[in-house]
T-cell receptor, first 112, second 108 residues
Framework: DAMVIQNPRYQVTQFGKPVTLSCSQT?????MYWYQQKSSQAPKLLFH???????NEADTPDNFQSRRPNTSFCFLDIRSPGLGDAAMYLC???????????FGDGTRLSIL | GQNIDQPTEMTATEGAIVQINCTYQ??????LFWYQQHAGEAPTFLSY????GLEEKGRFSSFLSRSKGYSYLLLKELQMKDSASYLC?????????FGTGTRLKVLA
């Protein structure tokens, strides 16, 4: 089945130690999104790629970066994680327009 | 602005009907989506509206009034597995702005 895959499901890192989360898709969708979701809060869009065009949300901290080397893969890099960055990180894909987004299962990030 | 308002929690009984309301203020609005999210899991798509009116999809229906900035999700014949959060997400171009969600508890 075509899907959105996030690895790993659970990630533990140390305060200040860079960490990379990965997302891959077999849907061949143009758009890939990264969301941060903290407990009992709405998913918050961090940035998205429309093909190779990177779009950062205005309030996304500089600590968060992203790479999309090809259509299938997208990475979220957190350069110096702080305790406040502990959250679920959701990757989603879409075709734009009125089509629904398809979410991966998420990576739950813990900071020690 | 993009203020999105949903009730925080609702409780209903198995077999009943429940309506979850969502109001929003957004410019450049293209449509409105509803997602279901179980605790610790990713959101899954339920329904969407681009035009005013009711969209029916099995036990789930969604209604939109663009002029009023109002939508609702209607869940019929509630089942225990419907206990989850329901997220209202207005769409602007191809980006969602998610509401904080309504946590629905279905009681036996």
């Amino acid at each position: 089945d075509a899907m959105v895959i996030q690895n790993p499901r659970y990630q533990v890192t140390q305060f200040g130690k860079p960490v990379t989360l990965s997302c891959s898709q077999t849907l061949n969708h143009n758009v890939m999104y990264w969301y941060q979701q903290k407990s009992s809060q709405a998913p918050k869009l961090l940035f998205h790629y429309y093909d190779k065009d990177f779009n950062n949300e205005a309030d996304t901290p500089d600590n968060f970066q992203s790479r999309r080397p090809n259509t299938s893969f997208c990475f979220l890099d957190i350069r110096s994680p702080g305790l406040g960055d502990a959250a679920m990180y959701l990757c989603a894909t879409g075709q734009g327009g009125y089509q629904p987004q398809h979410f991966g299962d998420g990576t739950r990030l813990s900071i020690l | 602005g993009q203020n999105i308002d949903q009730p925080t929690e609702m409780t209903a009984t198995e077999g009943a009907i429940v309506q979850i309301n969502c109001t929003y203020q957004t410019s450049g609005f293209n449509g409105l989506f509803w997602y279901q999210q179980h605790a610790g899991e990713a959101p899954t798509f339920l329904s969407y509206n681009v035009l005013d009116g009711l969209e029916e999809k099995g036990r789930f229906s969604s209604f939109l009034s663009r002029s009023k900035g109002y939508s609702y999700l209607l869940l019929k014949e509630l089942q225990m597995k419907d206990s989850a959060s329901y997220l209202c997400a207005p769409l602007r171009t191809y980006k969602y702005i998610f509401g904080t969600g309504t946590r629905l508890k279905v009681l036996a």
